[in-house]
């Protein structure tokens, strides 16, 4: 694989880490534009999504590493990011959007143990397809300029793949969670029975390669450009922070904070 990331490692990246694992369960509502079907206008979009943690640094359940170390999928942990993940359906509708508007992103969490607000905005690239599509080539490449080597591995003959990595997503979902993968398609209306006999309510899925679930099932990956974080521990001089890359397009650029009005 060429061409990692040169970014040295963000700046909000162990504060934002901090906060997240305060949550038990971090969500972040994660805004899309949608093309209004009547008008040709931009909508904003909105919904909750489980925070994966940051792309190439999954922390795996302990019952999905046992089943790929078993099954030889295990990857070495060989990179780090500063790249949100989330999973998701194909069929669903932010996929469409990211695909009419470039990926554009936004996501936002609020961690009131802390009292802090963290906006992220960025473009998101989805992977999960077949290696051999264009546009997942374009996505695995796109994202390559956001991943950096861990320096201990720096050396090392590379057993990583993508395929592993993504099985690793799948797997770190419960059997009932990869089962929602064949479910009927989302957001349809319930009088659409599917013609396809895979597809059912809640099925239970403890094969990695179930075909129909990972026909649909991908791993969204956000390369963040901007974060505004928001602090209101002190009510009376709330806080603000602006941090920016610059000119990251080809993997290269320099963060930069600057402290806001809030
Ligand atoms: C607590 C919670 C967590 C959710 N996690 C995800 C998730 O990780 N990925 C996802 O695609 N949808 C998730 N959903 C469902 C989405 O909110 C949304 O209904 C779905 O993604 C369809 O949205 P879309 O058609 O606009 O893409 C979650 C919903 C809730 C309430």
Redesign the pocket.
Known sequence: MASHSTVPTALWKSLFLQHASKQEDP?MAVATVERDSQNGSSIP?V????FRGFFGELKLHPSAEKQLRDENELNPLEFESDMLA????TR????EQFNEFDGAIEVVFWVKEVMTQWRLRGTAFVIGDDAKKSVEQTARAEIIKGLRKRPSQASTVSEWTWEKEITAYFANHSPVMRGSFKNPA??RPLSEEPTDPNLKLGQKVTDLHDATARENFRVVVIRVHEVDRLDLTRPERASRWRTTLTDASDGVGQWEEVELWP
Do not use: H, L, N
């Open positions: 969500y979009r919904r909750y999504c489980g989330f999973t998701t359906d669903m509708q932010k996929i989302p957001g």
